[in-house]
């Protein structure tokens, strides 16, 4: 089992930055394929990045494709989430969550633990 707990999340304007931080439990996090989620008020969770256990292999879904970078060092068992150029529809709350699938996963189902969350905010 693994534990993550999601920090950096905040309110900022619109064009600003933030890094999103997941930190890990246990010492298996390289074992996992890890991702970030987000689920925005009245809206169903969505994908938001993947990142495969060496760290060789990332997906993006289109929204943020070009403005997100996923990351992860594996000595500090640490996954992170730059988020550049944000937008007011990037407003959520942000979840990290690993992956034990063999292939690197968008799904929701493939992730079998979540973080709690941190919210961002992007105001126009």
């Known amino acids: 089992q693994v534990q993550l707990i999601e920090s950096g999340g905040g309110l900022v304007q619109a064009g600003d930055s933030l890094r999103l931080s997941c930190a890990a439990s246990?010492?298996?996090?390289?074992?996992?394929?890890m991702g970030w989620f987000r689920q925005a008020p009245g809206k169903e969770r969505e994908f938001v990045a993947a990142?495969?256990?060496?760290?060789?292999?990332?997906r993006y879904a289109d929204s943020v494709k070009g403005r997100f970078t996923i990351s992860r060092d594996n000595a500090k068992i640490t996954v992170y989430l730059q988020m550049n150029s944000l937008k007011p529809e990037d407003t959520a709350v942000y979840y990290c969550?690993?992956?034990?699938?063999?292939?690197?996963?968008?799904?929701?189902?493939?992730?079998?633990?979540w973080g709690q969350g941190t919210q961002v905010t992007v105001s126009s």
């Open positions: 246990g010492r298996t996090f390289s074992s996992y394929n």
């Open positions: 969550a690993s992956s034990m699938a063999l292939l690197l996963s968008i799904e929701e189902e493939k992730f079998a633990y």
């Open positions: 990142i495969s256990r060496s760290g060789s292999t990332t």
